[in-house]
């Protein structure tokens, strides 16, 4: 039978060294990038991207048109 390992001690804070668990690190990374606002794309980060997929000069217009008339800063109430 094999003996439990005890944890590992701090000597100087005299107490026992505990690892975080996998499911605490995610959480705490996911807590990290809603505050640092990097979990949700921001809107010209949305716009640009539109952008960067027009395939011609004429669709680039196109879509510079509907970016600047607010395609992606419409309200959702607005009707």
């Known amino acids: 039978m094999a003996a439990l ?3 590992p001690y701090n000597a ?3 107490r026992p060294i505990f690892k975080a668990r996998r499911k605490d690190i995610i959480m705490f990374n996911l807590f990290k ?5 990097t979990a949700f ?3 010209a ?3 640009r991207a539109y952008l ?3 395939a011609s000069r004429i669709d680039l217009e196109r879509r510079q048109r509907e970016v600047e008339n607010g395609l992606f800063r419409r309200s959702s109430f607005d009707l």
């Open 5 to 7: 390992q005890p944890w």
């Open 12 to 14: 100087a804070l005299q």
């Open 33 to 37: 990038s809603l505050i640092n606002g």
């Open 41 to 43: 794309p921001r809107i």
């Open 45 to 47: 980060d949305l716009e």
């Open 52 to 54: 960067n997929a027009s």
